[in-house]
């Protein structure tokens, strides 16, 4: 009987067109969106190339001779050339600015000015040129510190100025780099994380659904299977099968467009990712089921409050904006731990990032915790309900 149930439960679900546009091709749509949208950024700017900068020429410039050895040494090509340096005057500077050439204009004065421009033809362009001006800027404050340091040492004690320039060749760096895998760091990938944690969730939809259709106050053919002789339970657990079959394959096919169309590195740990979207698919079936127990009132007013509650949980986890996560850790650190697309979105992230498995265990212990105490609840509700008639 159950495999019976089961059957026709998952052909009845299947069969619904519009919930499955809504729970399978609008993610695929979305992940299209990101990838377009997000998908070269990194890949983008992985690769330095050369500052193109113009020195305006001039008697201050060519009489400044440790700034020029500077700039040539800058300039030398191989792999550690920072600027593309031409020297030219001050109205061809200005022309090559304003066609979008060079990224500033360096004057040498009575001090070292910088001059840059936000006419770009791109967003690409106006980021990447973004960049450089402070790579530029940066580079010039640096120098002119430094200047100032070594003419006041030097007033102050002439004979140091050997012993000083051989300091000022020595970088000492405070900070030590810790990583916690081989993984390259990649925030773009929370993005797509944080939509599959919305697939995942989005299988209370298919959960809604099935106790919409056992609920003989609700619906007519909730009333007419009320009368079945198959027991209550049986009947409810069978379709929470079906229903978390459906949203499962749902997210795996979701895993696969991700991984092979788009060539989205999700990780090599194949079965953890599994098992993160089964919790995932589990939780959210769950909560719809506990949505159309508890909410006593219409089909359309349930489903409004999934999709509210729903796209919330993933604003909070990063679908929108990718530093919300860290924002919520911060500030509501107790959101983060009862907050599902949260839990689903930081398991991937951590099983992406770190070598092991403690952070990404903690998540799917807490996951499956919200997933039992909703089927409970659920169960407990639908196993005290009694009709006078029908």
Not at 81 to 98: D, H, N, R, T
């Amino acid at each position: 009987m159950f495999v019976h149930v089961f059957c026709y439960r998952l052909k009845c679900l299947v069969r619904n067109k519009e919930q499955v546009f809504w729970t399978l091709l609008y993610p695929l749509l979305m992940a299209t969106l990101f990838f377009f949208a997000f998908g070269h950024i990194t890949l983008e700017y992985e690769q330095f190339s050369p500052i193109p900068v113009a020195v305006v020429e001039s008697n201050a410039f060519r009489q400044d001779v440790t700034f020029q050895q500077v700039l040539n040494n800058l300039s030398q090509p191989g792999e550690k050339q920072l600027l593309e340096l031409v020297v030219v005057p001050q109205a061809k500077a200005e022309e090559l600015l304003a066609s979008g050439d060079i990224d500033g204009i360096i004057t040498v004065d009575e001090t070292i000015r910088l001059t840059v421009s936000q006419l770009r033809q791109s967003q690409t362009d106006k980021l990447q040129s973004g960049l450089n001006q402070s790579i530029l800027k940066a580079f010039l404050d640096e120098y002119a510190q430094n200047t100032m340091t070594v003419k006041r040492i030097l007033a102050q004690n002439p004979a140091a100025q050997e012993q000083l320039i051989a300091q000022l060749n020595v970088k000492h760096s405070y900070t030590k780099q810790i990583s916690y895998s081989d993984a390259e760091p990649n925030t773009m990938l929370n993005y797509f994380f944080s939509l599959i944690a919305m697939t995942c969730l989005y299988g209370a939809f298919w959960g809604l659904r099935n106790t919409t259709d056992v609920q003989a106050d609700i619906s007519d053919l909730g009333a007419r299977r009320s009368v079945a002789p198959t027991h209550k339970l049986q009947t409810v657990v069978c379709e929470a099968a079906a229903a978390l079959v459906v949203s499962f394959g749902e997210v795996l096919l979701l895993l696969v467009y991700l991984a092979l169309p788009l060539r989205i590195d999700l990780g090599n740990q194949v079965g953890y990712i599994l098992l993160t979207c089964f919790v995932g698919c589990l939780t959210g079936v769950a909560f719809g089921t506990y949505v159309g127990t508890f909410f006593r009132k219409s089909e359309g007013l349930k489903v409004a409050i999934l999709i509210a509650v729903i796209m919330l949980l993933s604003f909070l986890s990063g679908l929108m904006y990718v530093n919300m996560r860290d924002i919520v850790a911060r500030k509501l650190p107790f959101l983060s731990f009862v907050n599902p697309a949260t839990l689903i979105t930081d398991a991937f992230y951590s099983l992406y990032v770190y070598a092991n498995h403690t952070r990404f265990f903690i998540n799917i212990g807490l996951l499956s915790a919200i997933a039992v105490i909703l089927c409970m609840a659920s169960f407990v509700r639908l196993r005290r309900e009694k009709y006078a008639s029908l």
